[in-house]
């Protein structure tokens, strides 16, 4: 018997004073049993961090018709495709047909992440921003994940105050151009 996703809930308060952005909102996560702590972790990060009206969790881990996370505007056309992980270089050139926004957030090194990219053809590759956070920051933050979690996101200057569960961390949202 296959094993079934584990639903996470999240009570998510945002305030991001860079983009003007404050809201409250609850968020059901289905964790694939193949999903790392770390990919989830950052997969409800990006979708805090690019907050806006009609964005909701694309398709599965194994999906390769959505991304992690998706804005659509009310006409259903895709306004942001955001990537969580290491996307190869075929989907980004895909996802930069499709939507005006392209953004990856990785909880890897960007270095690693952006270097089998190198090369290749990507649609409006100088458009994709990649974002990262200290190397400390996921692997710190991914073992505070429960079941049902309380969260608050800070961003001001760059710089992203997440408590979770109680516990404050700190990091600096790093921003990478594909060159």
């Not at 996921?138 to 569960?165: D, G, K, M």
């Amino acid at each position: 018997m296959a094993i079934g996703s584990t639903i996470h809930t999240f009570d998510v308060q945002l305030a991001d004073t860079d983009r003007g952005v404050y809201e409250d909102y609850s968020l059901r996560a289905a964790r694939h049993p193949s999903e790392t702590d770390a990919y989830m972790l950052t997969r409800v990060l990006a979708y805090g961090l690019e907050h806006t009206e009609g964005i909701a969790f694309g398709g599965s881990v194994s999906s390769t018709e959505e991304p992690a996370v998706i804005a659509r505007d009310l006409t259903g056309a895709i306004t942001s495709w955001i990537e969580v992980g290491a996307p190869d270089a075929d989907r980004l050139h895909h996802a930069t047909r499709l939507a005006d926004r392209v953004v990856v957030y990785t909880h890897r090194d960007p270095a690693k992440v952006m270097a089998p990219w190198a090369d290749k053809r990507i649609h409006r590759a100088e458009d994709v921003r990649v974002f990262s956070f200290d190397p400390e920051f996921i692997a710190t933050a991914a073992p505070l994940l429960e079941r049902r979690n309380t969260v608050s996101i800070t961003v001001t200057e760059q710089t992203l105050y997440l408590t979770l569960n109680g516990t404050t961390l700190t990091t600096a949202v790093h921003e990478h151009a594909i060159v």
